[in-house]
C-alpha cells in the first residue's frame, strides 16, 4: 500500500467513516474558491537538533497561537490538510505546539508533523495528529556522529517508541534522510526497521540550500549515490539532475514563524511574503500559483 492510502486509511480510523467526506468538502473549497488546498507551517525558528556547527537563533521566534488564527479566520475556505515543520528549525521547540496543532486541528481535515524528534515529551505525543513523519539524518550512531557532530539516534528512536505507544491512532513514518555521512545506512536503516517493528519507513536526500548553513551545503550531500537528486555542475557547484519537474509545493502556501504568508518553505529571498492576515492577502498569494509553475522564484532551480 502506498504512503497515501495507508495515511489514508489510518485517518478513517481514527476519525471514522464521515471522515472523507468532510475532506472533500474542504477540497472542493478550496477548489471553488481558488486558493491552495494545504498549509504548511513553521511553529518556531528554534531547533532541538543540538548539532555541532549549527547556531539556531539564540532568540528563536515562535509562531504566535493568535496570529495563526487570524490567518485562518481571514481565509474564505479552510484548508484540507495542514502540516507542521522546521526551515531549518523543528516544530517541537514551541512552546506554542499544543494550541497550533489544536487550532490546526479544528481548520482542517488532516495534520501532520514533520520533526527530528528530539525533545518528544509525553504531552506531544497525545496531541491530535494525524500524521508524524519523524526524520532520521542517519541510521548508526557513527553516521549520526559524521553528519551532525554529535549522536542522538538513541534518543530519535525512544521518541518514535513514544509515538508508537502512545496509540492515539496517529500515522508514524520513520524516514532516512542521507547525507554524505550516512549515504551507505540503508542496510542499517531496514535493521533498525525490523528491529523496531516500524510500519512505515521511507528513504529520501537531503536537500541542498544554501541559506541552510552547515547542513545545507553542497559537501554534505550524497552526491555520488545514483538516486540523489543533484549532481556537481561543471562550474565546481551543484545542479539538480532532472529539471522541469512540478513544483512539489504547488497546491500548498507556507506560514512562517514570523506570519509571514510565502509561496513554500524553501523558495529564497526573492519570493514575496505577506504579513496581514486577510482574504486579500490570501488571493494574492493564490496568485503566485503561476510563478511557482514557471518554476520562477530563485530557488526553483535548486528544488527537486
Ligand atoms: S522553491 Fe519553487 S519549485 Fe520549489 S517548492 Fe518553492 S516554489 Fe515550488
Not at 55 to 84: C, G, K, N, S, Y
Not at 170 to 179: D, Q
Amino acid at each position: 500500500m502506498n504512503r497515501t492510502a495507508a495515511a489514508f486509511l489510518s485517518v478513517v480510523r481514527r476519525r471514522g467513516p464521515a471522515w472523507p467526506f468532510g475532506l472533500g468538502f474542504r477540497v472542493l473549497g478550496c477548489r471553488l474558491s481558488g486558493l491552495p488546498r494545504g498549509l504548511v507551517v513553521e511553529p518556531s525558528e528554534g531547533c532541538t537538533g543540538g548539532c555541532a556547527n549549527c547556531h539556531p537563533p539564540v532568540e528563536p521566534v515562535h509562531l504566535d497561537p493568535a496570529v495563526f488564527e487570524r490567518w485562518l479566520d481571514a481565509r474564505p475556505a479552510q484548508h484540507a490538510t495542514i502540516h507542521l515543520a522546521g526551515r531549518h528549525s523543528d516544530p517541537l521547540s514551541s512552546p506554542h505546539l499544543g494550541p497550533l496543532v489544536g487550532l490546526a486541528r479544528a481548520r482542517s481535515s488532516m495534520v501532520s508533523i514533520s520533526t527530528l524528534g528530539l525533545g518528544m515529551t509525553p504531552a506531544v505525543t497525545s496531541l491530535p495528529v494525524d500524521r508524524w513523519l519523524i526524520s532520521l539524518p542517519a541510521a548508526t550512531g557513527e553516521s549520526w556522529m559524521a553528519v551532525k557532530g554529535v549522536n542522538r539516534l538513541q534518543e530519535a528512536l525512544e521518541a518514535v517508541r513514544m509515538l508508537r505507544a502512545a496509540r492515539t491512532g496517529a500515522m508514524v513514518e520513520v524516514i532516512l534522510t542521507k547525507w554524505s555521512g550516512s549515504a551507505g545506512d540503508a542496510p542499517a536503516f531496514a535493521r533498525l526497521a525490523q528491529e523496531e517493528g516500524w510500519d512505515n519507513t521511507r528513504i529520501v536526500h537531503a536537500f541542498y540550500d544554501p541559506l541552510g548553513g552547515e547542513y545545507g551545503r553542497q559537501g554534505a550531500l550524497a552526491l555520488d549515490e545514483p538516486d540523489c537528486p543533484y549532481r556537481r555542475s561543471e562550474d565546481g557547484g551543484v545542479e539538480l539532475r532532472l529539471h522541469g519537474a512540478l513544483c512539489p509545493h504547488l497546491d500548498y502556501l507556507c506560514l512562517d514563524a514570523r506570519g509571514g504568508l510565502r509561496p513554500c518553505p524553501i523558495a529564497g529571498g526573492d519570493a514575496p511574503v505577506l504579513y496581514e492576515p486577510s482574504r486579500e492577502s490570501w488571493f494574492e498569494a493564490a496568485s503566485w500559483k503561476a510563478r511557482k509553475t514557471r518554476r520562477s522564484f530563485r530557488n526553483c532551480t535548486i528544488c527537486p
